[in-house]
């Protein structure tokens, strides 16, 4: 646990660097948003995703597949494959469904941030099975934590708080799938 | 009198446009022209052509100008063609289109998800098809991921292309092709429905299959398929009557229900025995190894037992 806490600040730091650290805005934004998504029943403030940034995503994307690789696993085609279809298939969903419309920046940023809990799974993973009962518990709280946290940062982003369930759901699908490459 | 002073020029100032073809040189035109529209060469196209002959210069002159005319109809018509595109894609590539079948509240979800599986007596009035396409869309994507669930579980290997691709595949070509069948048959036999309201009753009918899909392989009973055949006639059964009666209700004419609501049956029956036993085979691998552990195969004794000769015991 004490290793896994060490890797996120680690993690965080990374890609705060990466946002330009020397920039305060980026590194608040980074270090925001990764809260956020750290603690999925706190409420969200609405102007979090205003300065969307691909940098904490890349970051957490390559973790997810280092992690992986760990597990000797080389999935970093898959990641990005379903990275991509994922991210197409929620522009289209929340484009028709909000009544603002929203950027594809917005989707890949809050998509990526929200992979945070799918590292720690996936580094989980590589200590003990997840096919058993225990790692069948794992994996669904962690499939729920990105679902609530990036339901979250959608509806508090779009001005959709009553239809938070019908964001959760495919952000669900999408990380059960990420879940399926962690498993299997 | 008019002054006339303008007749008494001769022909070929530089910046008068008359010209007195009395004063005119045969060919001076064409250099005239050659000269004020030189190329970015810095020659004249028509020049090197030419020689001392009037006539040759025409000849270039005209192929320039097809030349200068052909270019400015091709841009004339890569514009045109640019913009009718940008108009078609502006009409039929809008997704907007698509906007009011994906406003949905969550509560209505639930129960259209609910009442799919809970099929009405037919009667003269319609029952009602809500024209939506979030549920549907939610149910096919539940499918997939369960699909590929039971791939992985099973081991289920694609030799060309991945098991994503191939359970996405299935699953919308089913949705879309089965709902375009559907509504072809319907437009047949005169049945009072809308594309829309086809692809929404297909769709959160696939709700039943997720169900079976999910249980089958949660609870997968070993060589046995009578669990999948009794949630394959329940469940399967329950929402393939439950679009029975809507079809039903807004069809005239016993022969015209009969044919629409076979066709919709035996589509929907039969995919989810597909689903089952073309991406299941983990369930009956492991049946037969389970078998032959606990009973071991039979295997063949000898028993002609020689018995020693009376010489080898007279010898002892």
Redesign the interface.
Known sequence: MVIIVVLVVVLVVVATAAAGGGEGVAAVTVLAVTMAVLNPLKSADHTIMQDTDLAGPLVFCMAFGGSLLLSGKLHFG?IY??GLVGCL?MY??L???SLSGVSAGIIVSVLGYCLLPMVFLSFSAVLLSLKGIVGIVLVVVTVLWCSVSASKLFVSALAMD??Q??VA??CT?VY??FA?LT?? | MADMSWHSDSGGGDDSAVLDMDQIEPGQISRDYDRDHQDDFGSTYASEKRGNSGTQGSKSFAEDMRQRVGENVTQMMWQAGAQSAKRAWNVYGNIDLLRPYFDVEPKEVQSRLLYSLIPLRPTDTRQEVPKELYGPSMVVLTLIALLLYQMKTADHRVEEGTLIGSAFAVCFMYWLGSSGLVWFVAYVCEVRIAILQILSMMGYALFGHCIVLFMGTVFHTGHDHMFFYLLWAIIGGLSTLKMAGIIMSRTRGPKQRLFVTGTIAVLHMFFLLYLHFAYNTFVQEISDALHDNLVPAPVSVNLNIEVPSNDVQAAT
């Open positions: 898959y494959g379903i298939a289209c969903l484009n028709l469904m009553s239809q369930l019908l759901y495919p699908l059960g799938v399926l498993v299997f």
